[in-house]
């Protein structure tokens, strides 16, 4: 039997705390990177943090499915199921790169379709996001957890969008809501924003992968947001090849907003 929810976040955040430190380290002795296939960057510390995420969720749930960032581009891709874990150990790579501070260490716990359970950590800063399913969300600063809880739809909207893959399309439906704030950001932290009760919506019209959402995903629906595909219905996982299209995260279920 696996743990329930709250022991396996509990399980999972000191090595999301370990993997932060990692990254941060190699940040500091000077970063190489090289192109993956598809010619999106990787570093040193994608890799050995996927290694210590890995290993960790293997102690804490022994039979778990995991589909790992770097094991996929490595070839290593399990089909999906109905209980799959999906880690991004350094999302926002670009934005790493570039010296920027908007990236994200990821876990998601994928059942049935649904996104139940993630932790998102922040490096720079030790910041731990993480809810799950009937647990509610939460954020750790300083070893301080405060609650979390979206907020209501403002009159003036704050609205986050990627900092390194803004389409035409999202600048389309953006250029629609009036008087929107638009503040841009990299990585997951921007569904965390959402879940802490600092902006409204994100919308995403290019594509991404499920690891690069599920664990911040689950954790703004854990909030009391939600995240829908362009048909209006819960964003689904477990897709063929893990791929997302377009979605809308949503802070306050009364948004009537949508996609299209
Ligand atoms: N053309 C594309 N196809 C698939 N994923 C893409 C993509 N362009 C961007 N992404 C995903 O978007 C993530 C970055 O999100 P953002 O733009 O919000 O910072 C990247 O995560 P990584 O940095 O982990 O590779 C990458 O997986
Ligand atoms: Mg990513």
Redesign the pocket.
């Known amino acids: 039997m696996p743990k329930d929810h709250s022991a396996l976040i509990a399980a999972l955040a000191p090595a999301m705390h370990d993997a932060g430190a990692l990254i941060e380290r190699i940040k500091a002795a000077g970063l190489t990177h090289s192109d ?1 296939a ?1 010619a ?3 570093t040193q510390a ?1 890799t050995q943090a996927e290694a210590l995420l890995e290993a960790a969720i293997r102690a804490a749930d022994p039979d778990a499915v995991i589909v790992g ?1 770097e094991a996929v581009a490595a070839g290593i891709m399990p089909d999906p199921c109905g209980r799959f874990w999906l880690i ?9 790169i570039a010296g920027r501070s ?2 994200s260490v990821n876990i998601g716990l994928v059942e049935a379709g649904v996104p139940v359970l993630g932790l998102v950590l922040h490096p720079p800063t030790n910041t731990l996001w993480a809810g799950a399913r009937g647990l509610g969300a939460w954020v750790e600063r300083d070893g301080m957890r405060t609650a979390i809880r979206t907020r209501a739809m403002p009159p003036a909207p704050r609205i986050v ?6 389409d035409e399309r999202t600048k389309a439906w953006v250029a629609t809501i009036p008087d929107a704030i638009i503040t841009p ?4 932290l ?1 569904f965390c924003l959402l879940a802490e009760g600092l902006a409204d919506l994100y919308p ?1 019209f ?4 499920e ?2 959402t599920a664990a911040a995903d689950a954790i703004l629906r854990a909030a009391g947001g939600l995240t829908l595909g362009p048909d209006a219905t819960h964003f689904p996982y477990a897709k063929p090849g893990y ?2 299209g377009a979605f809308l995260a949503i802070a306050d279920p009364a948004c009537p907003l949508r996609l299209v």
């Open positions: 993956k598809d999106s960057p990787v994608d960032e991004d150990p350094l999302d926002g790579t670009r934005d790493f908007d990236y969008t990627s900092h390194s893959h803004l950001s990299g990585s997951s921007k995403r290019g594509p991404t992968s690891w690069d791929r997302n």
